[in-house]
């Protein structure tokens, strides 16, 4: 499954079920840029079993503000719906690894 980029309308019917990975980012933002290949592989390597979500916050930032995104990039896992993880910074893929093995 591709990396999803959706609006804030299309936001809760793609989280509301089973698990996703949700990556707050800008395009202008150094940290974002190094985290989006382990995001990418991360998508590739959960396939059909994770979804994977880029948010951009200059663009949906209702759902930056619901989330309480204060520093990018930040990740949020949630498992149908609920907040599991929040993660800000850069972080290397074990620790998505880890959060995300845990849920699924």
């Not at 395009?27 to 382990?38: F, Q």
């Not at 590739?44 to 995104?69: H, P, Q």
Request: aromatic share 8%; proline share 6%.
């Amino acid at each position: 499954m591709p990396v999803l980029h959706p609006t804030t309308e299309e936001f809760e019917s793609v989280i509301g079920s089973g698990a996703a990975l949700v990556d707050f980012y800008a395009d202008w933002c150094g940290p974002c840029k190094m985290l989006a290949p382990v995001i990418d592989k991360l998508s590739e390597e959960y396939d059909g079993r994770l979804k994977v979500v880029k948010v951009n916050v200059d663009e949906e930032r209702e759902l930056a503000s619901r989330f309480e995104v204060a520093s990018i990039p930040s990740v949020v896992i949630l498992k149908d719906g609920e907040q599991k993880a929040f993660e800000v910074g850069f972080q290397p893929i074990s620790v998505y690894r880890e959060i995300i093995d845990g849920l699924i």
